[in-house]
């Protein structure tokens, strides 16, 4: 059983493979957070919750002094009866009083996971759910809170829904997830970046202080990414306590870590309080997105394998599923806006001549789309480009052997369009402001439901072609001018997140209108990198910048809570667009490999020699691909700590592995290096792919392979290895 609850002692239990959560009513009415940790099978309570009279602290009872919610380990606190820390949630009834006083009613422990309204969530077989009742009877406000259990990769999804139950509500906080750790001895890991530069590890002690890490843009972004991770002060990779948070929401959110006067720490995460509220009018609903927890009692690689398990067994879903990606040719970098169809179709035939899979028609084959500046939203083709039209090209390139890929952009609008001239006030926008521009474009207001059947019926013009495998979702501006023109004046806050359900709304509808379309999200590369739209959109583009050691650090980082299957890396050409580096093109290659391979570059201006070089990866790729895309993924050397990178992946049944290794730098009197693999078979010899050489899995794990120190700047190298089974 996932959830038990004991009547005697007033605990609810949770359990996954090898992690409980344990909970207490407490005086019948508060529930309090108890344990979060390694599986414990019998739990008799030696960690109960101490009472103690603590000045300044309030008390509910005046007879009891000991018991303040400002002292409680709680699951879901509020502000405004006691507790000075950060409240989970707060609302204001129709009197703008903001005193809550949300009191247990009931519970219940449901034998499936309920479906959120018009949000992406997790889902699953048999996933067992608490579901906890609480009351304000006083503003009339009920809260249930979620517990889904994901017993295989111990992961327990958290979120909340409101309701209004006599009068209307403002909600203005409504967080999805709380918990209370009674110790503080972690450091607190999250992911930042910024454009071409996505996701950087920040790994900070924690003193007394709140820690936010957030979004405001209308984007998760790749600027402060979703993902929280508190970690033993001596943890790493394969040692100590971690408990990670993750959000299944691709816009502005809020996370945080306080760190309080007796030293306990609250971790928090859910949608962005700052400038936004939901008006929930009587009986009405209102449903947070989800939050995913995991905890691992070995360090970062567990933490990462239990979120990549979870990720591919209950985020990704239909067709695309389990199945091995394209490789692909993007001309994006090859041309930008600078093409013919003859150019396109010379670049298609040198993709198929080296063995690639998919040809991506990038940004600028729409009607006068010759720089960034006009056209979205006018997703009819230029003749002047393409004379015989999309799908004329999609024929050509499918003749070749390849299949076809188109780029959209389809939440913008262009000034300079047809649809701007048309609908003006399709755009969002604030009354008598003017726009602010982004990339020179505005942001279509997807709170208005009109513009969304608009972004459905335009994009479904071209893919009702059937011409169409492979379609890549662009985002490339945050948003301003919050308002919509379609919303009331009192509901002007809730733009944001009405956006994002209009987002969703659309990408749910062309999903599953075309399940057999392979669908990439990305946001001026990974700018969207989240659960929510892996949802509905398999894979994403992990960053703009395709530079080999850029890449190598993006992606060790992506890492922590991604699996190489969604994450889009490409080789590009020298020197590299965004950093003017040169590397070696079999190190770009290497770096690539370690996600869904494709190539962004002219292959018709490369000379034979490296065309021959690219078909041998293709071919290589071709032959890994599914231990890099369905193995698991073991992270060896930290390119953010060294002048070195190293990560190796296994295939499920142990049969074969693959390490990358680079050197960033060369240098002098440099030591020579060994590199230690894991999660090889202990008790099996495996062959060297190169050499022949065999070697058992203990030695390739306990003493490493030897690297050769060579003197090269972006020194780079693959072993492969398969299992060996000796003559007997
Ligand atoms: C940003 C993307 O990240 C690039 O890959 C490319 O598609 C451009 N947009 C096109 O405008």
Redesign the pocket.
Known sequence: MAIVFNEITQKIKLSTKNTSYIMEIVKDEFLAHVYWGKKIDDYYGSNKIMYRDRGFSPNIFEEDRTFSLDTLPQEYPQYGNGDYRPCAFQVSNDENSTYNDLRYVRHEILSEKPKILGLPSSYGENIQTLKITMLDKIIGLEVNLYYSVFEDCDVITRRATFKALKNELTLNKMLSASIDFRRDDFDLISLYGAHNNDRNIDRRELTSATYVVESTRGASSMHQSPFLALISKDGNENYGDVYAMQFVYSGSFHSSVHVDQYRNIRMQMGLQPFDSNWILNAGEIFETPEVVLTYSDTGLEKMSSQLHQFVRQHILRGEWKDKPRPTLI?N??AT?FDFTEEKLLDLAQEAKDVGIELFVL???WFKNRNS?GTSLGDWIVDTKKLPHGVEWLADKINEMGLKFGI?F?PEMISEDSDLYRAHPEYAMQVKNREHIYG?GQFVLDLANNEVCDYVINSISEVLDTGKIDYV?W?M?RHITNIGSLHLNIKNQRETMHRYMLGLYKITDTLVTKYPKILFES????G?RFDLGLLCYMPQT?AS?NTDAVCRSKIQYATSYMYPSLVTGSHVSVCPNHQVGRVTPLNTRFNIAMCGNLGY?LDLTLLNEGEKAEIKSQVEFYKEVRDLIQFGDYFRLINPFERNEYAVNFVSENQEEVLAIYMKVLSEPAAPFHILKLRGLDENSLYKDYETGEIYSGQELMYAGISIANVKQDFYSRYWYFKKHLPKR
Request: net charge negative; hydrophobic share 15%.
């Open positions: 993007n994006w970098e930008y990038d940004d600028g960034d780029w952009e990339r890549k662009d490339n990305c946001s001026s590369g700018g583009w703009d962004e």
